[in-house]
């Protein structure tokens, strides 16, 4: 033929990709479509599944186009189970995208990420960034990543958790690069704190700062310091 929208439809036969129909174009520039259109005898397409190279030589994109969404549904189902719509894809039942990929599950398993060697993750960056973030996991072990190939946070399949260290060898391992390592900030004027339990979520003892600035040091989960170190002079109270 000699324009996109003339084309001949033969049978492919049995080929190594097994029998089939065809689409075969010869014109020039290498279009061929399959055209949707709500009006009778009109050459405006609402809709088109296209195919198009130029050269005639080299693979090319499949286009699929419509005047409004693009719904994929379930067999037997009623709600589309994926839509295209403004440029933005939507899974789930009948889920009307808010982002560039918006998912919709009634389980709690929305998105799985399977590599097939040992580490997996997932990059997130703008347009001006050089060293993107990820969060990933190799073998059982997760971790963050920010400015670069350093790991900021670990999360181990032990349950223990690094900050600022790749193998984390207890519970909560911290470990930075100035003598600040662990910063406790309170919102209130008397100061932060830190509680120690024992298994039966007990309270066994306290170190806090209170509102004069001084550390005070209490055991047995008293509410009265045993020890107090006072911020100006030094001076220790028992």
Not at 156 to 169: E, K, M, R, S, Y
């Amino acid at each position: 033929s000699t324009t996109d929208a003339l084309f001949e439809i033969a049978s492919a036969g049995s080929t190594s990709q097994g029998s089939g129909m065809r689409i075969v174009d010869t014109a020039a520039d290498g279009s061929q479509f399959i055209a949707f259109s709500n009006t009778l005898n009109s050459k405006e397409r609402d809709a088109y599944i296209e195919h198009f190279n130029a050269s005639h030589t080299t693979k090319s994109d499949l286009k699929i186009y419509n005047e409004a969404a693009i719904r994929l549904h379930d067999a037997g189902s009623a709600n589309y189970s994926v839509i295209l719509t403004g440029g933005r894809v939507g899974m789930g039942s009948a889920v009307v995208p808010l982002s560039p990929l918006h998912i919709k599950n009634a389980s709690d398993d929305m998105l799985k990420l399977e590599s097939t060697d040992s580490t997996v993750y997932l990059e997130m960056s703008d347009n001006s960034t050089t060293n993107p973030g990820q969060i990933g996991q190799t073998n059982q072990d997760m971790w963050i990543k920010t400015g670069g190939s350093d790991k900021r946070v670990s999360i181990l399949g032990t349950g223990n958790v690094g900050i600022g260290i790749d193998v984390p060898t207890s519970t909560l391992h911290v470990k930075g690069g100035s003598d600040a390592v662990l910063i406790l900030e309170s919102s209130d004027s008397f100061g932060s704190k830190v509680d120690f339990y024992d298994g039966a979520a007990t309270l066994g003892a306290r170190i806090q700062c209170d509102s004069s600035k001084n550390l005070e040091l209490m055991a047995g989960g008293r509410s009265s310091a045993d020890m107090i170190i006072h911020t100006t002079t030094g001076h220790v109270g028992l």
